[in-house]
């Protein structure tokens, strides 16, 4: 009988960063049948893009508990929850690399048999690179969950292509979707209020960086009237999901902005409550946007491409540039293109997480348990690629940690925290400071 049963559901996300915190930890609350009470332990993948207190505050999701581990480390936390400790949901909310260094270890953790916990993963957005290596690198959880019908189909397509077994595919909607819905223009002493929403590795040029905050100071000039925002994920010396090499607060030093102009941190749906229109390459904020009918815009400035993330958004209506913007167009997003996105703009998002709630919900009543896990990729299937991705996480080919593997027997102490710290505080230099310089001197 699964604990669920007798207790508070008990669930574990492990998150790489503040993104994939933000969605694995909402995550389990939306898939978690019913109105069962949850117990959340939350552990963070120590590595370059650990979230930072800071961070975690913006995210503004707790925990019963949280604490940062290695991958080693983790699973002999998972050996070591069973009784009345074992968990009942396991939310990865890693890249494909980390969930498939999990899969495989925890395979081997849990390979004498004993109750396991339903493993599920996914994306933490918009899918628009690669789709194929991602969806194989996360194949074997229990539930690999699709953030929009179009996102179920497209990976449905890619495990069968392969002759995978697809059925883990789970149609849902993005976790952090919500808030109330556009008002219209703003009456009385509020300004209207444009906000970008910064990315941190879109685009990546200091060309096309520098062009994009020229045009939202532009904006901000020819409206005086307006509050122009630009919208940060981090602070300088943070990482997020992605590496950041030039950061907007950096680029806005050499800039003249206007009063009106200002820079702005916090959690994106607290932003989202005064935004009368929201302007991105690709951010995932414009689909929290468009779910709240906010005036959406995705920029076609620098072209509609693969690099960009915004071919996305072909067909969605919303693509404008700059120059149109500041003349006062407004585009109209198209119905049936939000409707694809596990937007649900007109209703139906709290139903949107009812298959997964029933799936979960059948696994855990399981008679007998559950299977072993069963990832695609094998020392069979790819034995030129696969001992390469779990080595990154200190794992042998059949799971089992490598030699000289971080310690796991025990709490990190004081000074092996402040190496850590130090560690990751000098690898963030190495690429906002030091790489930068290095690619310049090679462009002489």
Not at 204 to 227: G, M, Q, V
Not at 336 to 343: I, K, P
Not at 380 to 385: E, I, N, Q, R, S
């Amino acid at each position: 009988m699964p604990a669920s049963a007798t207790k508070a559901l008990r669930v574990a996300v492990l998150a790489d960063s503040d993104t994939r915190w933000k969605w694995g930890a909402l995550t389990a609350t939306r898939v978690c049948p019913g109105d069962t009470e949850i117990h959340l332990d939350g552990y963070l993948l120590r590595g370059r893009a650990t979230p930072t207190a800071r961070q975690l505050e913006e995210v503004g999701v707790s925990a019963d508990s949280l604490r940062e581990v290695t991958a080693v480390e983790f699973l002999r936390a998972m050996a070591g929850a069973r009784g009345e400790d074992s968990y009942d949901v396991l939310v990865l909310a890693l890249v494909g690399g980390g969930v498939q260094a999990m899969l495989h270890g925890l395979g081997r953790v849990w390979q004498d048999g004993a109750e396991r916990p339903v493993v599920v993963t996914g994306y933490v957005g918009v899918v628009y690179e690669k789709l194929a290596d991602g969806l194989l690198l996360r194949h074997g959880a229990d539930l690999v969950l699709a953030n929009s019908r179009q996102d179920a189909e497209r990976f449905r397509a890619v495990y069968e292509g392969v002759g995978a077994d697809a059925a883990a595919v789970t149609e849902v909607a993005l976790p952090f979707l919500g808030g109330a819905a556009y008002a219209g223009e703003p009456e009385g002493d509020r300004p209207y209020t444009v906000v970008f929403a910064a990315q941190p590795s879109v685009p990546d040029s200091r060309k096309d960086r520098t062009y994009l905050l020229e045009r939202l100071i532009r904006h901000a000039r020819l409206h005086p009237e307006r509050e122009v925002l630009l919208k940060l994920r981090s602070k300088p010396g943070e990482h997020t999901t992605h590496i950041e090499e030039l950061p907007y607060q950096k680029l806005v030093q050499r800039a003249d902005p206007p009063p009106n102009f200002r820079l702005v941190y916090g959690h994106m749906g607290e932003v989202l409550d005064r935004t009368d229109l929201l302007v991105t390459v690709s951010s995932t904020a414009a689909l929290e946007s468009l779910h709240r009918r906010i005036p959406t815009v995705v920029l076609s400035d620098l072209g509609v491409r693969e690099a960009l993330g915004n071919h996305h958004f072909v067909g969605s209506g919303c693509l404008a540039s700059w120059d149109q913007l500041d003349a006062g167009h407004r585009p109209a997003p198209d119905p049936e293109w939000v409707a694809r996105q596990g937007v649900a703009a007109d209703g139906g998002y709290e139903t949107a997480f009812d298959e997964a709630r029933g799936r979960i919900a059948a696994l855990l009543a399981r008679p007998g348990g559950l299977p072993p896990l069963a990832p695609y990729y094998t020392p069979v299937t790819a034995p030129g690629y696969l001992p390469g991705i779990l080595a990154r996480h200190h794992l042998a080919a059949d799971g089992t940690p490598l030699p000289g593997a971080p310690a796991a027997d025990r709490a990190p102490g004081p000074v092996r925290q402040v190496v850590r710290r130090a560690a990751r505080g000098a690898y963030r230099h190495g690429v906002q400071r030091v790489a930068p310089v290095i690619r310049r001197m090679g462009e002489l």
